[in-house]
């Protein structure tokens, strides 16, 4: 049972252009939301999170929403970046940390 | 700063030969240590976690095992390699404040032959 999931397992976005990866979560007892950033090879980094109580949060390039009511969230980036290409997790917590299933994102030049 | 390792980077292992993966974080006392497996569309798996020496609670049964030895010190471990058992396994730890995220270790790429 994935109680998150990444339904778009790639994603190929112009540079320059505005990257959305999105998320959506079943379980209503999630309260905060993570997005991790990982190279092959290597492991996840933190990106950026949000709280329940939010339905937004920005760091720089990227901006995480949270629709609670349809249970979804989702990061964009702007502009997005050769160096942003790589695997994005978004992640749930509630009593442990759920992770989606990964969508790929490549910048195209 | 804190840090975190993992070792052996890579390893490649027959079916029935036994495992060891270690990790150990610096910089930080008393960490929640995780173990996740990384496999094809299922993103993060988590396989163990712990809260303190000794305290092991497992998410998965499988023929992995995790220890603790010492404070920052956390094994992955199994008697008998299977096949299934390849993927990337990542070490994580966090403080015990709730909202900390996790910061992971650099991983280690098994392939059971």
């Known amino acids: 049972d994935q109680q998150v999931k990444q339904n778009s397992p790639s994603l190929s976005v112009q540079e320059g252009r505005i990257s959305i990866l999105n998320c959506d979560y079943t379980n209503s007892m999630f309260d905060y939301f993570l997005w991790y950033k990982k190279y092959p090879a290597e492991g996840p980094t933190f990106l950026i999170s949000?709280?329940?109580?939010?339905d937004k949060n920005e760091d720089g390039r990227f901006t995480v929403f949270l629709n609670k009511s349809a249970k979804h969230l989702s990061l964009h980036i702007v502009p997005s970046q050769p160096g942003d290409s790589a695997v994005y997790f978004c992640?749930?917590?509630?009593?442990?940390?759920?992770f989606g299933t990964g969508t790929r994102l490549t910048i195209i030049p | 700063s804190q840090t975190i390792h993992q070792w052996p980077a890579t390893l490649v292992q027959p079916v029935g030969s036994p495992l060891s993966l270690e990790c150990t974080v610096e910089g930080t006392s008393n960490p929640n240590l995780y173990w996740y497996r990384q496999a094809a569309g299922r993103g993060l798996q988590l396989l163990f976690y712990s809260v303190g020496i000794g305290q092991i609670s497992s998410e998965v049964p499988q023929n992995l095992s995790a220890s603790r030895p010492q404070d920052r010190q956390f094994i992955l471990s199994s008697k008998k390699l299977l096949l299934s058992d390849s993927g990337f396994y990542l070490c994580a730890w966090r403080t015990g404040e709730i909202r900390d995220e996790q910061y992971f270790g650099p991983g280690t790429r098994l392939t059971v032959t």
């Open positions: 992640a749930a917590l509630g009593e442990k940390l759920t």
């Open positions: 949000i709280s329940s109580i939010k």
